[in-house]
């Protein structure tokens, strides 16, 4: 089949490569590192039968980005007509060549372990997931049939992330630095393993860089809000591409401002959010009330309760609870606590749940982080400061971000109105990390 269409100039090695066996797509904001990936694998699909893997952490993800990139990949193609598609259960099929993409979360990885004849497998996202799951999900690739071909594609982040060190090992193993990567942008590297055979086992990796730049199908605002990113650690991850550190703290966009002035600029805005962190004895209930200014992309937190050894009708009688019922304002609050949602909804508070997943905390993190700014009264709410600006990764004995074995959480405390706020905005998407903004367009 001759297939034909335009890609960006940066990409047409990686879409034409047909040789490796690990692609590793870094890339900042809207560079199309993921839009390519799927192109690239739709291409391969209707080239030959292959049985593709499509893995992000949390299911759900799937149906916006991967599902999405690869529809609009077989629609520039113009092949629609040569693949059948469903989203209920999602999946891809190639009439052509019974090529097929299976889609799968990790928050169920028994699911994955009995899919057999993997031949390739793209990971989305990649810094959501851990090593072990990596390594797990390589292991499927056993293919005897074709090339076994694993693609990573991922935003940088923090140096603690595992991909960051996964990268690192690679280019230390060929005489690379980072710094080599992010000049030469595109670098092939063979790494070479003895089997107690005595045969060579050759693994041919494919790392590059991308940014914005490299996108020629952005649109001007997103481009602008990009180049004048002024935090130095967001700058390196959105606008360069780069991994960075956020320094000591987590949250680098926290601004204290006084409550009158919060209260005169939030005073016509509609878009209020309210996220519940339940508790009880030794964790406390959490409630944050927020707006939010979409325009400038400026979060303003004007109202916290926080308190623990409270039962659930105690909480009822609460001022900020009336309030909330009375102004029939919506919550949304931790889905792991049925009954009291259950018992708050039929005493009037509107709570929606939302369901927690093995990503919550880090990809919360990324969207509170996405924020210009975010405003306080440290004084009014003293609680959600403190937590926010006293935020830090828990790092293991590798420097690795792991769980905090005293909380379940990889954090260096147990912060309640960080899961408040989390709670609070999980149906609402930055305008920056809005994927289908700046996904590339057709015409």
């Keep these: 089949m001759r297939i034909k269409t335009e890609i960006n100039k940066h990409f047409k090695e ?25 192109l690239k694998l739709i291409i391969m699909s209707a080239m030959e039968k292959r049985k593709i893997l499509v893995v992000r952490q949390v299911k759900e993800n799937l149906r916006g980005s991967c599902f999405a990139d690869l529809e609009s990949s077989i629609e520039t193609l113009e092949l629609n007509n040569y693949f059948y598609r469903t989203t209920s259960p999602l999946s891809i099929k190639c009439t052509i060549t019974g090529s097929e993409f299976i889609f799968r979360g990790l928050d169920d990885v028994r699911k994955i372990k009995s899919i057999k004849d993997i031949d390739t497998i793209w990971i989305e996202e990649s810094d959501e997931i851990d090593f072990k799951s990596f390594k797990e999900l390589k292991a499927r690739l056993r293919s005897v049939r074709n090339r076994n071909v694993i693609i990573l594609t991922t935003n940088p982040n923090e140096y ?70 002024t935090d130095d650690f967001q700058r390196a991850i959105k606008t360069l591409g780069r991994f960075g550190s956020s320094g000591q703290n987590i949250f680098r966009n926290i601004r204290h401002m006084d409550q009158q002035r919060i209260e ?139 769980k905090n074995p005293k909380t379940q959480k990889p ?23 809005n994927k289908d903004y700046y996904k590339r367009k057709e015409e």
């Design 14 to 38: 990686f879409i034409k490569d047909n040789e490796k066996s690990v692609y590793f797509l870094l890339g900042g904001y809207g560079s199309g590192k993921s839009y390519n990936a799927a």
């Design 160 to 229: 603690g992330v595992w991909t960051y060190k996964y990268l690192m090992s690679i280019l230390d193993k060929a005489g690379k630095t980072e710094l080599d990567l992010y000049n030469e942008r595109i670098i092939n590297i063979v790494e070479e393993t003895k089997l107690k055979s005595g045969k060579v086992y050759s693994e041919n990796i494919y790392l590059h860089h991308s940014v914005y730049s490299d996108n020629k199908f952005l649109p001007d605002d997103f481009i602008a809000l990009l180049e004048n990113e």
């Design 264 to 402: 005169k600029i939030i005073a016509d805005k509609w878009n209020r959010y309210t996220g519940f962190d339940f508790g009880f004895e030794h964790s406390y209930n959490a409630i944050v009330r927020m707006v939010i200014d979409e325009e400038l992309n400026d979060l303003y937190i004007y109202e916290e309760f926080y308190q623990n050894k409270l039962t659930d009708p105690e909480m009822l009688e609460t001022e900020i609870i009336q309030k909330m019922i009375e102004e029939s304002e919506v919550i949304y609050a931790d889905s792991a606590e049925p009954k009291a949602i259950a018992f708050y909804n039929v005493n009037g508070l509107l709570i929606n749940a939302v369901k927690k997943t093995a990503d919550v905390s880090k990809s919360g993190v990324k969207k509170i982080q996405s924020f210009r700014n975010i405003f306080i009264d440290k004084n009014v709410c003293p609680n959600t400061y403190r937590e926010l600006t006293e935020m830090k990764w828990y790092l293991d004995k590798n420097g690795l971000i792991s």
């Design 411 to 433: 954090f260096n405390i147990d912060p309640h109105t960080f899961d408040a706020i989390k709670y609070g905005i999980s149906e609402y998407t930055p305008y920056i990390l």
